[in-house]
Every structure is written in C-alpha cells, then in structure tokens.
Nanobody, 126 residues
Framework: QVQLVESGGGLVQAGGSLRLSCTTS????????MAWFRQAPGKEREFVAS????????YYADSVKGRFTISRDNAKNTLYVQMNSLKPEDTAVYYC???????????????????WGQGTQVTVSS
C-alpha cells in the first residue's frame, strides 16, 4: 500500500521557521518527481515547490521563492521543505505529492501527481 505521511506542521509566529517532512512507503519514490502543495480555507490547492528525480532540480512558486527550500533524501524515502521567514499568508494545510513522472505545466498542478499525503496544518500568527 502506497503511503505518504506528512509531519512537522504546527503554530509559529510570523518570521519563524518550520521544517515539514513527508515519509513515503509502499513503492520506490527515488525515481518519482515530488512536490509540496498547500490549501488555505476557501481556496484551491496550490503548488508550493517541486523536486525532480533527475538531478534533483527544484522549482518554486513565486510566493515562496527565497524563503522555502525543498529537498529529498532517497535513502530515507523522505521529502522535506524548510520554511523560513513565514508569513500569515502561508497558513494552510500542506500536502506532499508524488508522480512516477510529470512533465511540463502539469508538474505545477494537482493533476500532475498520482500519490498524495493526508496533509499537515501550518498556522502562522501575526
């Protein structure tokens, strides 16, 4: 059974930091493209960051560029995102996602990913 389990969410003050983890099991994720998405109340799920399996190339939404860093440890089957300089507008449920292969614009959309975690809440207070 394929599972993605996020952890590391919580309540933090504006300007603070959090590191989210996504532990995977049930398949080999080392050759998957992986990503973080987030969904705030009343809004659609949006792309945050992604990392390709080839060369670990990374991509970021403009809203988090320079503040968030996505990484992966294939030996541990774990995806991370380090979130610094958090803002109240970063408040959302954060989801990790995996795809055997996504290409082009699909890699920035929910439709580009086959496997999803259950999400972890991040709340940033002002």
């Amino acid at each position: 059974q394929v599972q993605l389990v996020e952890s590391g969410g919580g309540l933090v003050q504006a300007g603070g930091s959090l590191r989210l983890s996504c532990t995977t099991s049930g398949r080999t994720f080392s050759t998957d493209d992986m990503a973080w998405f987030r969904q705030a109340p009343g809004k659609e799920r949006e792309f945050v960051a992604s990392i390709k399996w080839i060369a670990s190339s990374t991509y970021y939404a403009d809203s988090v560029k320079g503040r968030f860093t996505i990484s992966r440890d294939n030996a541990k089957n774990t995806l991370y995102v380090q979130m610094n300089s958090l803002k109240p507008e970063d408040t959302a449920v954060y989801y990790c996602a995996a795809s055997p292969r996504c290409s082009g614009y699909a890699c920035y959309t929910v439709n580009g990913y086959k496997y999803w975690g259950q999400g972890t809440q991040v709340t940033v207070s002002s």
